[in-house]
């Protein structure tokens, strides 16, 4: 089965500089979801889309923003990279049933390295 | 506010004991909705179970098997036999109904050892 498609899946950047990170959903999954986790620690939900809507937001900086487009991939972006970016971000998406607290099914993540 | 927590940081075991990890959540909901996901050495996060807040039903699939009571907040996650191949960071999450904040636990990391 077809499974949530990141990339790039390595990113190494300097400090400063921008990064774009890519999401395809699932076929027919309508919300994505980013996550942010660093070394040792859980997934931390920075934002969510559906039908290209903005639908919960969570603690994702100012310096980064996102977007779902009409094809239903979204993107990450993020600007002024810190070292403390330094993380691997996720990408999950899941169909909307109505029924609440949708299974979110995760990609296999975008490992950014900020120098 | 929601919260999971995962009091076991590491668990290591031999390979073919049982195993048992331990979560326990706080809400305030009464509609929400349990996960347990497994995060391999390689890094993805693999999907294991959902549970809702009103079936209360255990579940066993294979060797895995779950352990849902909402009178202790606790969804516990046992391994039977388990396998070189289970070694992971095991992750306990929430979801409240419309919301899609998912608020995962720190994590247990098993290790089984041949």
């Known amino acids: 089965a077809a499974g949530v498609i990141q990339s790039p899946r390595h990113l190494i950047k300097e400090k400063r500089e921008t990064a774009t990170l890519k999401c395809y959903p699932i076929?027919?999954?309508?919300?994505v979801y980013w996550y942010q986790q660093g070394p040792g620690q859980d997934p931390q939900f920075l934002i969510s889309?559906?039908?290209?809507?903005?639908?919960d937001k969570g603690s994702i900086p100012d310096r980064f923003s996102a977007q779902q487009f009409s094809d239903y991939h979204s993107e990450l972006n993020m600007s002024s990279l810190e070292l403390g970016d330094s993380a691997l971000y996720f990408c999950?998406?899941?169909?909307?049933?109505?029924?609440?607290?949708?299974?979110?099914?995760f990609g296999p993540g975008t490992r950014l390295l900020v120098l | 506010a929601q919260k999971v927590t995962q009091a076991q940081t590491e668990i290591s075991v031999v390979e073919k004991e049982d195993v048992t990890l331990d979560c326990v959540y706080e809400?305030?909901?009464?509609?929400?909705?349990l996960f347990w996901y497994k995060q391999p050495p390689s890094g993805e996060l693999v999907f294991l179970i959902r549970?809702?807040?009103?079936?209360?039903q255990n579940e066993i699939s294979g060797r895995y098997s779950w352990n849902f009571q909402k009178s202790t907040s606790s969804f516990n996650f046992t391994i039977t036999a388990s396998q070189v191949v289970d070694s992971a960071v095991y992750f306990c999450?929430?979801?409240?109904?419309?919301?899609?904040?998912?608020?995962f636990g720190a994590g247990t990391r098993l290790t089984v050892k041949p």
């Open positions: 999950a998406s899941s169909l909307e049933t109505g029924s609440g607290g949708e299974t979110q099914y």
């Open positions: 809400t305030r909901d009464t509609t929400y909705y």
């Open positions: 076929p027919r999954h309508d919300t």
């Open positions: 889309f559906y039908e290209k809507m903005q639908s």
């Open positions: 999450a929430l979801t409240l109904y419309n919301n899609n904040d998912m608020r």
């Open positions: 549970r809702n807040s009103f079936d209360e």
